[in-house]
């Protein structure tokens, strides 16, 4: 019903930059919070930054200052734009989106497939 398409991740050496994308596609009645979570290879998954529909932000200590999380409502697209890459950001990062299908229904939580994200020292 509703699907999560992530793209932006890649390569990129340390002090570096990228930007996500992920946007909502199928039947939206309308989307509230979005977000961007990371997961690392035996780490549990761990929340990068959220963004209401009204435009409040909330980002985790580690990323502060250096990400930027932002959103198309009328595109139902959030964006992170990844600043002074560091090692330590290598990881696969989920879109998440709470996203009600319906007037009728409540808010449902989806997932991307996930985009890598590489920082090389």
């Known amino acids: 019903q509703v699907q999560l398409v992530e793209s932006g991740g890649g390569l990129v050496q340390a002090g570096g930059f990228l930007r996500l994308s992920c946007g909502a596609f199928?039947?939206?009645?309308?989307?509230?919070?979005m977000g961007w979570y990371r997961q690392a290879p035996g780490k549990q998954r761990e929340l990068v930054a959220t963004?209401?529909?009204?435009?409040?932000?909330n980002y985790a200590d580690s990323v502060k200052g250096r990400f930027t999380i932002s959103r198309d409502n009328a595109k139902n697209t959030v964006y992170l734009q990844m600043n002074s890459l560091k090692p330590e950001d290598t990881s696969v990062y989920y879109c998440?989106?709470?996203?009600?299908?319906?007037?009728?229904?409540?808010?449902?939580?989806?997932w991307g497939q996930g985009t890598q994200v590489t920082v090389s020292s």
């Open positions: 199928g039947s939206i009645f309308s989307i509230n919070t």
């Open positions: 998440n989106a709470a996203v009600k299908i319906t007037v009728f229904k409540g808010l449902s939580d989806y």
């Open positions: 963004i209401t529909s009204g435009g409040s932000t």
